[in-house]
C-alpha cells in the first residue's frame, strides 16, 4: 500500500517540476518501476544528453549522475542517495593517472565510464560495456598506445579478443560483484540448470568469460535473453537485472550464478529517497554540481564516446 502511495506521489512531483527519471537496471524493482526510462550505462547517458525536461533524478550510483550532468550541464541533475558510490570507480584517483599521463605522454587514456568526472578529464575518450570493444579497436586501429582505465578484467579481455595482438595496458582496478564470480560457482549452477544459456557482464574475470554463452553490457544482455529459443538462463551480473528479464520475458527462466550478485550501493536507492530527491528534502539526495572546466574536458571525452559508438 505504502509503495502505491509513495508511487502515486512521485508521479504527481515528475509533472508539477517537469522532472524525468532515469533508473539503472541494477537498481530495486519498486525504483525500476517508477523510472521513464530504464537502461545501462550507455543507453542513459544517451537519454540524459537528449531529453528535454528541466530535471533528472538519476537512480544509480555516483559517477552516472555525474555523467549526466556533464551531458547535459543546464540541467538540475539529483542522486537521491549521495552515498551510492562504486567501487569500480574508486580504484582510481586523478592523481595517479595524472602521474601516468606525465610518465607516458604518448599513451591514448580510454576511461570506462565508471570513474569519476575529474577522472574523465584525463581521458581521451570514454567507453561503456556495451562500446568498449568498437572504440578500442578504432584507437588500436590507429597504432596507438592504450592505457585503459579502471577494469583490469574488460581489459583482459579485449586482448584475448585480439589474440594479444598488440595487447592494450590496463589499470588494476575492478568491480568486486563481478570480479569475485568463479568457475567453480558456474560448474554448481550448470549441474543443476545444465541447459542453461550462461549470460555473463565483461567485468567478470577472463577464465569464467571463456565458459559464456553470450557476454554483453545489462542491455544486450536482455536483447539477447529477448531473441533466444532458450528458456532457462544463468545471470552473472547484478541481480537487480531480474526485474526487466522476468518483465520482459514471463515464461523464461532465470537463475544468479552467485547469491554474491548484489550491488550494496546500487541498493542503496529506495523508493521514499526518489521522492524526497524529486522534493529536494532530507539530507540523503544530492544536487550535481562540477565546475565549467571538468565539465568541458569530461564532456569532450564522453562526447567522443557518443561519436564513435553510432
Ligand atoms: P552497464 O554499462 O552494462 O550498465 O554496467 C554498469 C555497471 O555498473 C556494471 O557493473
Ligand atoms: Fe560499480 Fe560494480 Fe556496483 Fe557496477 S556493480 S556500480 S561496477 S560496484
Same mark, same amino acid.
Given at each position: 500500500m505504502e509503495i502505491l502511495e509513495i508511487t502515486k506521489r512521485i508521479q504527481e512531483l515528475k509533472k508539477q517540476k517537469n522532472a524525468i527519471i532515469l533508473a539503472h537496471y541494477y537498481q530495486n524493482p519498486e525504483v525500476q518501476a517508477v523510472a521513464d526510462y530504464i537502461g545501462d550505462s550507455y543507453q542513459?547517458?544517451?537519454?540524459?544528453k537528449a531529453n528535454t525536461a528541466s530535471v533528472i533524478i538519476f537512480c544509480g550510483v555516483h559517477f552516472m549522475a555525474e555523467t549526466a550532468k556533464i551531458l547535459s550541464p543546464h540541467k538540475k541533475v539529483i542522486l537521491p542517495v549521495k552515498n551510492a558510490g562504486c567501487s569500480m570507480a574508486d580504484s582510481i584517483s586523478y592523481e595517479n593517472l595524472l602521474k601516468f599521463k606525465h610518465e607516458n605522454p604518448n599513451y591514448i587514456i580510454i576511461g570506462y565510464v565508471n570513474t569519476s568526472a575529474i577522472v574523465k578529464t584525463l581521458c581521451d575518450v570514454c567507453v561503456t560495456s556495451s562500446n568498449a570493444i568498437k572504440i578500442i579497436n578504432h584507437y588500436k586501429k590507429m597504432g596507438k598506445k592504450i592505457m585503459y582505465v579502471p577494469d583490469q578484467n574488460l581489459a583482459k579481455y579485449v586482448n584475448y579478443l585480439n589474440q594479444n595482438n598488440p $595487447?592494450?595496458?590496463?589499470?588494476?582496478?575492478?568491480? #568486486?560483484?563481478?570480479h569475485n564470480l568463479t568457475v567453480d560457482e558456474l560448474a554448481r549452477q550448470k549441474t543443476f540448470h545444465p541447459n542453461a544459456k550462461v549470460i555473463l557482464h565483461p567485468e567478470a574475470r577472463l577464465d569464467l568469460l571463456q565458459k559464456a554463452d553470450f557476454i554483453g553490457s545489462t542491455k544486450e544482455m536482455l536483447d539477447y535473453v529477448k531473441k533466444s529459443d532458450a528458456t532457462e538462463f544463468i545471470v552473472g551480473t547484478e541481480?537487480?537485472?531480474?526485474?526487466?528479464?522476468?518483465?520482459?520475458?514471463?515464461?523464461?527462466?532465470? #537463475?544468479?550464478?552467485?547469491?554474491? +550478485?548484489?550491488?550494496? $550501493? @546500487?541498493? @542503496?536507492?529506495? +523508493?521514499?529517497?526518489?521522492?524526497?530527491? +524529486?522534493?529536494?528534502?532530507?539530507?540523503?539526495?544530492?544536487?550535481?554540481?562540477?565546475?565549467?572546466?571538468?565539465?568541458? +574536458?569530461?564532456?569532450?571525452?564522453?562526447?567522443? @564516446?557518443l561519436e564513435l559508438s553510432e
Open positions: 542513459l547517458s544517451k537519454i540524459a $595487447t592494450i595496458d590496463f589499470w588494476d582496478g575492478e568491480c #568486486y560483484i563481478h541481480e537487480g537485472i531480474r526485474y526487466c528479464l522476468e518483465k520482459d520475458n514471463p515464461t523464461k527462466k532465470f #537463475y544468479m550464478l552467485s547469491p554474491k +550478485l548484489v550491488c550494496g $550501493t @546500487m541498493k @542503496m536507492t529506495k +523508493l521514499i529517497d526518489v521522492e524526497n530527491a +524529486l522534493l529536494e528534502q532530507g539530507n540523503r539526495y544530492e544536487e550535481i554540481k562540477l565546475d565549467q572546466e571538468t565539465i568541458e +574536458l569530461a564532456g569532450k571525452a564522453l562526447n567522443k @564516446m
